[in-house]
Protein backbone atom coordinates (compact mmCIF):
# COMPACT_ATOMS: atom_id res chain seq x y z
CA UNK A 1 0.00 0.00 0.00
CA UNK A 2 2.92 2.18 0.72
CA UNK A 3 4.74 2.05 -2.59
CA UNK A 4 0.80 2.42 -4.33
CA UNK A 5 0.67 5.56 -2.60
CA UNK A 6 4.04 6.77 -3.45
CA UNK A 7 3.33 6.27 -7.05
CA UNK A 8 0.28 8.60 -7.04
CA UNK A 9 2.10 11.35 -5.30
CA UNK A 10 4.75 11.33 -7.82
CA UNK A 11 2.14 11.36 -10.55
CA UNK A 12 0.31 13.72 -9.13
CA UNK A 13 2.25 16.15 -7.17
CA UNK A 14 1.03 15.78 -3.88
CA UNK A 15 0.59 13.53 -1.02
CA UNK A 16 -1.41 10.58 -0.63
CA UNK A 17 -2.83 9.72 2.34
CA UNK A 18 -3.23 5.87 3.30
CA UNK A 19 -6.47 4.67 3.93
CA UNK A 20 -7.34 2.97 7.22
CA UNK A 21 -8.66 0.18 5.48
CA UNK A 22 -6.85 -2.84 5.16
CA UNK A 23 -7.65 -4.04 1.68
CA UNK A 24 -7.64 -7.37 1.04
CA UNK A 25 -5.23 -7.04 -2.36
CA UNK A 26 -3.94 -3.90 -4.21
CA UNK A 27 -2.19 -5.56 -7.10
CA UNK A 28 -4.84 -4.33 -9.68
CA UNK A 29 -4.51 -0.95 -7.97
CA UNK A 30 -0.82 -0.77 -8.19
CA UNK A 31 -0.47 -1.61 -11.98
CA UNK A 32 -3.24 0.95 -12.89
CA UNK A 33 -1.28 3.59 -10.86
CA UNK A 34 1.69 2.92 -12.67
CA UNK A 35 0.44 2.51 -15.97
CA UNK A 36 2.56 3.79 -19.09
CA UNK A 37 1.09 4.19 -22.69
CA UNK A 38 4.02 2.69 -24.82
CA UNK A 39 4.70 2.99 -28.79
CA UNK A 40 7.60 1.05 -29.65
CA UNK A 41 7.10 -2.91 -29.30
CA UNK A 42 8.75 -6.02 -29.96
CA UNK A 43 8.15 -7.48 -33.50
CA UNK A 44 6.29 -10.63 -30.83
CA UNK A 45 2.98 -10.63 -32.27
CA UNK A 46 0.08 -11.27 -30.33
CA UNK A 47 -2.08 -14.28 -30.57
CA UNK A 48 -5.67 -14.42 -31.81
CA UNK A 49 -6.81 -16.53 -29.01
CA UNK A 50 -5.29 -13.98 -26.13
CA UNK A 51 -7.17 -11.03 -27.76
CA UNK A 52 -10.35 -12.31 -27.69
CA UNK A 53 -9.92 -13.75 -24.10
CA UNK A 54 -8.94 -9.95 -23.35
CA UNK A 55 -11.85 -8.46 -25.40
CA UNK A 56 -14.11 -11.04 -23.19
CA UNK A 57 -12.96 -9.40 -19.82
CA UNK A 58 -13.15 -6.18 -21.18
CA UNK A 59 -16.72 -6.55 -22.41
CA UNK A 60 -17.73 -7.67 -19.05
CA UNK A 61 -17.04 -4.09 -17.87
CA UNK A 62 -20.56 -2.08 -17.05
CA UNK A 63 -22.27 -1.09 -19.76
CA UNK A 64 -25.46 1.21 -19.98
CA UNK A 65 -28.63 -0.58 -19.04
CA UNK A 66 -27.36 -3.57 -20.19
CA UNK A 67 -27.81 -2.44 -23.49
CA UNK A 68 -24.53 -3.66 -24.52
CA UNK A 69 -23.48 -0.82 -27.04
CA UNK A 70 -20.46 -1.78 -27.79
CA UNK A 71 -18.20 -3.75 -30.34
CA UNK A 72 -14.55 -4.31 -30.87
CA UNK A 73 -13.21 -5.52 -34.06
CA UNK A 74 -9.35 -6.87 -34.06
CA UNK A 75 -7.09 -6.10 -36.90
CA UNK A 76 -5.60 -9.45 -38.57
CA UNK A 77 -5.46 -9.04 -42.19
CA UNK A 78 -2.76 -7.11 -43.21
CA UNK A 79 -4.04 -5.67 -46.33
CA UNK A 80 -6.89 -3.65 -43.74
CA UNK A 81 -4.49 -2.89 -41.55
CA UNK A 82 -2.05 -1.14 -44.23
CA UNK A 83 -5.64 0.66 -45.57
CA UNK A 84 -6.01 2.02 -41.64
CA UNK A 85 -2.12 2.74 -41.21
CA UNK A 86 -2.16 4.98 -44.07
CA UNK A 87 -4.85 7.25 -42.86
CA UNK A 88 -3.52 7.61 -39.90
CA UNK A 89 -0.10 9.45 -40.81
CA UNK A 90 1.84 11.76 -38.47
CA UNK A 91 2.07 9.26 -36.01
CA UNK A 92 5.15 6.64 -37.13
CA UNK A 93 4.70 4.16 -33.93
CA UNK A 94 1.19 3.18 -35.06
CA UNK A 95 2.48 1.27 -38.26
CA UNK A 96 4.80 -0.55 -36.02
CA UNK A 97 2.48 -1.80 -33.45
CA UNK A 98 2.05 -5.22 -33.80
CA UNK A 99 -1.41 -4.95 -33.46
CA UNK A 100 -4.43 -2.60 -33.88
CA UNK A 101 -8.13 -3.25 -32.48
CA UNK A 102 -10.92 -0.39 -33.15
CA UNK A 103 -13.69 -0.02 -30.46
CA UNK A 104 -17.23 0.89 -31.79
CA UNK A 105 -20.33 2.32 -30.63
CA UNK A 106 -23.10 0.47 -32.12
CA UNK A 107 -26.71 1.70 -31.68
CA UNK A 108 -27.81 -0.30 -34.70
CA UNK A 109 -28.25 -3.66 -32.64
CA UNK A 110 -30.88 -1.72 -30.52
CA UNK A 111 -32.18 -0.43 -32.94
CA UNK A 112 -32.48 -3.76 -34.77
CA UNK A 113 -34.03 -5.50 -31.96
CA UNK A 114 -37.06 -2.77 -31.41
CA UNK A 115 -37.84 -4.16 -35.51
CA UNK A 116 -37.60 -7.56 -34.36
CA UNK A 117 -40.01 -6.80 -31.50
CA UNK A 118 -42.14 -4.39 -33.37
CA UNK A 119 -41.69 -1.27 -30.87
CA UNK A 120 -41.01 1.83 -31.55
CA UNK A 121 -37.54 3.43 -31.00
CA UNK A 122 -38.87 6.14 -28.51
CA UNK A 123 -35.24 8.10 -27.95
CA UNK A 124 -33.71 9.15 -31.80
CA UNK A 125 -31.78 11.69 -30.20
CA UNK A 126 -28.68 12.64 -28.41
CA UNK A 127 -28.50 10.44 -25.87
CA UNK A 128 -28.46 7.08 -27.88
CA UNK A 129 -25.11 8.64 -29.52
CA UNK A 130 -23.50 9.73 -26.39
CA UNK A 131 -24.93 6.11 -24.57
CA UNK A 132 -22.81 4.28 -27.07
CA UNK A 133 -19.81 6.49 -27.41
CA UNK A 134 -19.56 6.11 -23.67
CA UNK A 135 -20.19 2.39 -23.31
CA UNK A 136 -17.49 2.02 -26.21
CA UNK A 137 -15.08 4.43 -24.20
CA UNK A 138 -16.08 1.64 -21.09
CA UNK A 139 -14.82 -1.17 -23.18
CA UNK A 140 -11.41 0.64 -24.22
CA UNK A 141 -10.69 0.95 -20.63
CA UNK A 142 -11.21 -2.07 -19.28
CA UNK A 143 -9.34 -3.59 -22.47
CA UNK A 144 -6.27 -1.57 -22.13
CA UNK A 145 -6.34 -2.78 -17.82
CA UNK A 146 -6.83 -6.50 -18.65
CA UNK A 147 -3.51 -5.93 -21.39
CA UNK A 148 -1.75 -4.46 -19.54
CA UNK A 149 -2.21 -6.64 -16.41
CA UNK A 150 -0.41 -9.92 -18.99
CA UNK A 151 2.22 -7.29 -19.87
CA UNK A 152 1.16 -5.52 -23.04
CA UNK A 153 1.72 -2.23 -23.63
CA UNK A 154 -1.15 -0.12 -25.15
CA UNK A 155 -1.76 3.72 -26.56
CA UNK A 156 -5.36 4.69 -27.53
CA UNK A 157 -5.85 6.04 -31.27
CA UNK A 158 -8.32 8.95 -30.96
CA UNK A 159 -6.94 10.23 -34.48
CA UNK A 160 -8.74 7.22 -36.31
CA UNK A 161 -12.11 9.64 -35.73
CA UNK A 162 -9.85 12.25 -38.56
CA UNK A 163 -11.05 10.16 -41.18
CA UNK A 164 -14.06 8.27 -39.70
CA UNK A 165 -16.32 8.17 -43.00
CA UNK A 166 -12.57 6.41 -44.95
CA UNK A 167 -12.71 4.16 -41.84
CA UNK A 168 -15.99 3.09 -41.86
CA UNK A 169 -15.74 1.92 -45.44
CA UNK A 170 -12.34 -0.14 -44.49
CA UNK A 171 -14.02 -1.83 -41.66
CA UNK A 172 -17.80 -2.23 -42.99
CA UNK A 173 -19.42 -0.28 -40.53
CA UNK A 174 -23.10 0.04 -41.06
CA UNK A 175 -25.51 2.94 -40.21
CA UNK A 176 -25.62 3.93 -36.14
CA UNK A 177 -22.32 2.36 -36.05
CA UNK A 178 -19.49 4.25 -35.58
CA UNK A 179 -15.70 3.82 -34.38
CA UNK A 180 -14.84 5.62 -30.97
CA UNK A 181 -10.71 5.07 -30.62
CA UNK A 182 -8.13 3.15 -31.91
CA UNK A 183 -5.97 0.95 -29.57
CA UNK A 184 -2.26 0.00 -30.48
CA UNK A 185 -0.80 -2.71 -28.57
CA UNK A 186 2.14 -5.18 -28.42
CA UNK A 187 4.86 -6.23 -25.87
CA UNK A 188 6.80 -3.48 -24.56
CA UNK A 189 10.62 -3.11 -26.23
CA UNK A 190 11.01 -0.04 -23.39
CA UNK A 191 10.35 1.06 -20.07
CA UNK A 192 9.17 4.52 -19.52
CA UNK A 193 8.35 6.74 -16.52
CA UNK A 194 5.31 6.83 -14.68
CA UNK A 195 3.48 10.16 -16.78
CA UNK A 196 3.06 13.11 -14.37
CA UNK A 197 -0.70 14.15 -14.22
CA UNK A 198 -2.56 17.37 -12.94
CA UNK A 199 -2.74 17.85 -9.29
CA UNK A 200 -5.75 15.05 -7.76
CA UNK A 201 -6.86 18.90 -5.58
CA UNK A 202 -7.66 20.16 -9.20
CA UNK A 203 -9.09 17.29 -10.47
CA UNK A 204 -11.02 15.66 -7.72
CA UNK A 205 -13.95 17.55 -6.62
CA UNK A 206 -15.87 17.39 -2.97
CA UNK A 207 -19.66 17.78 -3.13
CA UNK A 208 -19.45 20.14 -5.56
CA UNK A 209 -16.81 21.36 -8.74
CA UNK A 210 -14.72 23.96 -7.68
CA UNK A 211 -11.82 25.60 -9.73
CA UNK A 212 -10.32 27.68 -6.88
CA UNK A 213 -6.80 28.56 -7.74
CA UNK A 214 -6.74 26.23 -11.18
CA UNK A 215 -4.85 28.52 -13.03
CA UNK A 216 -1.74 28.77 -10.57
CA UNK A 217 -2.66 25.17 -10.27
CA UNK A 218 -2.20 24.27 -14.05
CA UNK A 219 0.86 26.77 -13.86
CA UNK A 220 2.43 24.69 -11.51
CA UNK A 221 1.92 21.83 -12.88
CA UNK A 222 3.44 22.98 -15.83
CA UNK A 223 6.56 23.89 -13.71
CA UNK A 224 6.89 20.25 -12.22
CA UNK A 225 6.56 18.66 -15.33
CA UNK A 226 9.11 21.20 -17.78
CA UNK A 227 11.46 20.26 -14.47
CA UNK A 228 10.68 16.87 -14.77
CA UNK A 229 9.51 15.41 -18.13
CA UNK A 230 9.34 18.25 -20.48
CA UNK A 231 7.89 17.84 -23.74
CA UNK A 232 10.25 16.63 -26.52
CA UNK A 233 9.06 18.71 -29.27
CA UNK A 234 7.31 21.48 -29.84
CA UNK A 235 3.71 21.52 -31.82
CA UNK A 236 3.70 23.76 -34.82
CA UNK A 237 6.61 25.90 -34.55
CA UNK A 238 5.76 27.26 -37.81
CA UNK A 239 2.37 29.23 -36.93
CA UNK A 240 3.59 29.82 -33.44
CA UNK A 241 7.01 30.00 -32.91
CA UNK A 242 9.21 28.63 -30.32
CA UNK A 243 8.34 29.02 -26.60
CA UNK A 244 11.15 28.44 -23.21
CA UNK A 245 9.68 26.61 -21.26
CA UNK A 246 7.82 24.60 -23.72
CA UNK A 247 4.92 23.47 -20.93
CA UNK A 248 1.87 21.07 -21.48
CA UNK A 249 -0.64 23.94 -21.39
CA UNK A 250 1.12 25.83 -24.03
CA UNK A 251 1.42 22.47 -26.05
CA UNK A 252 -2.36 21.66 -25.35
CA UNK A 253 -3.39 25.21 -26.20
CA UNK A 254 -1.43 25.17 -29.63
CA UNK A 255 -2.89 21.44 -30.21
CA UNK A 256 -6.76 22.58 -30.48
CA UNK A 257 -5.77 26.05 -31.65
CA UNK A 258 -5.99 24.34 -35.08
CA UNK A 259 -9.24 23.11 -36.83
CA UNK A 260 -10.26 19.10 -35.85
CA UNK A 261 -12.39 16.67 -36.82
CA UNK A 262 -15.08 19.53 -38.19
CA UNK A 263 -17.10 17.55 -39.55
CA UNK A 264 -17.31 14.45 -37.15
CA UNK A 265 -21.05 15.98 -36.42
CA UNK A 266 -21.91 15.65 -39.99
CA UNK A 267 -20.32 12.29 -40.14
CA UNK A 268 -22.36 11.43 -37.00
CA UNK A 269 -25.48 12.45 -38.55
CA UNK A 270 -24.90 10.94 -41.87
CA UNK A 271 -24.97 7.91 -40.44
CA UNK A 272 -28.69 8.27 -38.98
CA UNK A 273 -28.04 9.96 -35.48
CA UNK A 274 -29.98 12.39 -34.41
CA UNK A 275 -28.17 15.07 -32.72
CA UNK A 276 -30.81 17.15 -30.89
Not at 21 to 31: H, Y
Not at 38 to 62: C, H, I, N, Y
Not at 126 to 137: E, H, K, M, Q, S
Request: aromatic share 8%; net charge neutral.
Amino acid sequence: MKELCETLSFRFGEEIPVPPEKLQDTKTLAGMAGRRSFRRFTDQPVSLELLKLLAGVALSAPTKSDLQQRDIIVIKDRDVRNKLNALLTGQDWIADAPEMLVFCGNNRRQRQIHGWRNRPFANDHLDAFFNAGVDAGIALQAFVTAAESVGLGCSPISAIRNSSLEVSAILGLPGHVFAVAGLGLGWPAHDKPVALRLPLSATVHLDQFKETDIEEQVRSYDDRRAGLQPMRTQRDETAFGTADPYTWSEDKARQYARPERADFGEFVKMIGFRLI
